[in-house]
């Protein structure tokens, strides 16, 4: 008994720890049922046959019966068997916390990620739809886009395309793009980028997949598709610039649709699906084909190719349309003489209708053709270009390099030989770019001058009435180079200007022009001059001066010196006692005039008249009396002393 309530006892763990495991695990994301039946194997060791079958069943569905307590604690999720079930709950705790659930997770759509404004915007109003996640480019947006059509939106630059990795489809059709990469974009089998007039490059290294390629009316002058096994059809035409395209290794092509005149296109022996162009049979353009291991050579030494298996049966109709000797139309067989490494037949037409050739090499390496490469230095990637010995290459649009100005294409690195690209190419060259780094945005100096008003006859000096400073050079000191024009004349009233032209060291100038207004004089206001002369008392018989003690003065003349002739009246006769007026008249130097008169008194001479003797008498009276007062005076002091001795 006591065996068997140990073991159900283990039973009742078990299942319990089972369940407190499959609730641990379903918080965590992981299948509850498998970690359910580890644990129950785990606890079956030590129990019967019948007990491990019990146990093991218990943990499938999940619903043990033995006792009321199993039963509950899943559905409390708060086991209190063991400290070990109560913590793991609590550490899963997190992941199940409504805020984490719901913050989106993905691609900021921002300036960083997608720099340009309009594809910024495309990507907000046409992909980012979820409203849970706005401004978030979530997993699941970025998967239900497999086709993208961007279609004069007015984009320079398609950064953060390349998160977009299930696009199949892809077309931009009358943009802004220069050039741009598609690096990343592995499962597109379909790019369609046309009419896209600025763009002179593009980059397809990275598309494994592609099976279709649009790229007509750009600006391309070289394209590189060899070895694109997929690639079934391209469409190159309205590319002028474009005159050599190289399809050696793309095996399953069918079509190349152009419309350049004599352009040159290299094919691999073998592509029997292509066709060239497929609106018009005979366009073919300059072909060159590789007949590596499909010839076999004759005891005569000559070479018999199998065109049958070399190119597609409507090239061969073409061929076979020029009656050329070498060439079989019954078996298809084409001779090449012995010691040819090469042979060349007319055949097709060009964009222009005029004829073209195809050119078979038995030894490819004994092609005559040169490679002209760009190492553009860190700028943006230019085509390699394939250009016919004694031709020249193209000069291709100029590469682009952030914080950089390109300054030409050299043939060292070493920038000392321009390469002229008028000059015939002759064996396979590189050219390196040169690039000059950016000047910082210098800003123009500033002219500090105002409108001046002057008055006729005063002096000017130009430079006395302007500044110049400048942002990186700080302040210029002027000079009369520096004054371009000064048409100034303070002699004459008017309106003049005077035109400054400042130039810093970085040759940003700067102009200004004032205007220099000339006032004429003002009317001179004249004060008159004032005379100082008071009236005067004379006794008969003196003598008169009418000059003296008579003074003039001028606020703008001084002092001035009076004479005869500024006594205009003068009737005093000092024999005479009267009454008698004197006139003075002063002019200045401007002709002010003031005049005074003065009144003149001339008073009888004065009698002299003899003394009284009464005044004598009554002065000798008056001094006797003061002779007796200090004569008493003197004798009663005298008393005085005389009574006070007899008294001691």
């Not at 990507?123 to 979820?130: A, W």
């Not at 190349?256 to 005979?282: D, F, P, R, W």
Request: one cysteine or more.
């Amino acid at each position: 008994m006591k065996g068997v309530f140990f073991m159900k006892a283990k039973k009742i763990a078990a299942i319990s720890s089972a369940i407190i495991f499959g609730t641990s695990t379903a918080l965590a994301g992981m299948p509850t049922t498998t970690l359910a039946q580890e644990q129950t194997v785990t606890e079956e060791t030590t129990a019967t046959t019948d007990e491990k079958t019990e146990v093991q069943e218990k943990p499938q569905t999940q619903e043990p019966t033995t006792t009321p307590e199993v039963q509950e604690k899943p559905q409390t999720q708060e086991p209190t068997t063991t400290p070990e079930a109560q913590e793991k709950p609590q550490a899963q705790k997190p992941a199940t916390t409504p805020e984490t659930q719901e913050k989106p997770t993905g691609i900021s759509i921002d300036e960083k990620n997608f720099p340009d404004a309009a594809f910024r915007k495309y990507v907000e109003n046409k992909i980012d739809k979820e409203n849970n996640s706005k401004g978030i480019l979530t997993q699941a947006e970025i998967n239900s886009m497999t086709s993208m059509m961007l279609s004069s939106l007015d984009i320079s630059d398609t950064k953060g395309i390349e998160y977009f990795t299930e696009l199949q489809t892809l077309s931009i059709y009358n943009s802004n793009l220069s050039s741009f990469s598609l690096k990343g974009l592995k499962k597109l089998t379909k790019l369609s980028i046309t009419c896209n007039k600025k763009l002179t490059t593009l980059n397809l290294s990275d598309l494994p997949n592609l099976e279709i390629l649009d790229c007509y009316s750009n600006h391309l002058s070289s394209i590189d598709v060899s070895n694109f096994k997929k690639l079934r059809e391209i469409d190159y035409h309205g590319n002028l610039e474009l005159t050599t395209l190289d399809f050696r290794g793309c095996n399953s092509l069918e079509v190349g649709y152009h419309s350049v005149s004599q352009e040159t296109v290299y094919i691999s022996a073998g592509m029997t699906k292509y066709v060239g162009c497929n609106l018009v049979s005979y366009h073919t353009g300059n072909m060159v084909i590789d007949l590596d291991g499909f010839y076999t050579v004759n005891p005569d030494g000559s070479k018999s190719v199998d065109l049958s298996n070399v190119i597609s049966p409507a090239l061969i109709k073409v061929l076979a349309n020029e009656n050329h000797d070498t060439f079989n139309k019954d078996t298809n067989i084409l001779t090449i003489p012995a010691g040819d490494k090469q042979t060349i037949l007319q055949a097709g037409k060009d964009y222009s209708n005029k004829p073209t050739h195809w050119t078979f090499y038995t030894e490819i390496t004994a092609v005559n053709d040169c490679t002209v490469k760009f190492d553009t230095m860190g700028g943006s990637i230019v085509e390699d270009q394939i250009i016919a010995n004694g031709k020249t290459a193209t000069e291709p649009a100029s590469p682009t390099k952030e914080g950089y100005i390109f300054k030409g294409w050299y043939l060292d690195k070493e920038f000392t030989k321009l390469y002229d690209f008028a000059a015939p190419v002759t064996e396979d060259v590189t050219l390196y770019a040169l690039w000059e780094k950016e000047a910082a945005a210098n800003t123009p100096p500033t002219i500090t001058a105002k409108d001046i008003t002057l008055t006729v006859g005063d002096s000017f000096n130009p430079l006395d009435y302007a500044t110049a400073s400048d942002k990186e050079d700080g302040e210029i000191k002027l000079t009369n180079d520096n004054v371009i024009k000064n048409d100034v004349n303070t002699a004459k009233a008017g309106t003049y200007h005077v035109t400054y032209k400042v130039t810093d060291k970085n040759g940003a100038s700067t102009e200004k022009t004032i205007t220099i207004t000339v006032n004429p004089k003002p009317a001179k206001i004249n004060t008159p001059p004032v005379i100082d002369a008071k009236d005067i008392t004379l006794t008969v018989g003196d003598k008169f001066n009418p000059l003296d003690k008579v003074t003039a003065t001028d606020k703008e003349d001084g002092k001035l010196k009076l004479t005869k002739d500024n006594v205009i009246k003068n009737n005093v006769d000092t024999s005479k006692a009267g009454t008698y007026s004197l006139t003075y008249k002063v002019t200045d130097k401007d002709g002010a005039s003031v005049e005074k008169t003065i009144k003149v008194t001339v008073k009888e001479k004065k009698t002299e008249k003899k003394t009284a003797p009464k005044t004598a008498d009554m002065a000798n009276v008056g001094l006797l009396g003061s002779m007796f007062a200090g004569s008493a005076g003197v004798l009663s002091l005298s008393l005085g002393k005389k009574r006070r001795r007899n008294n001691k």
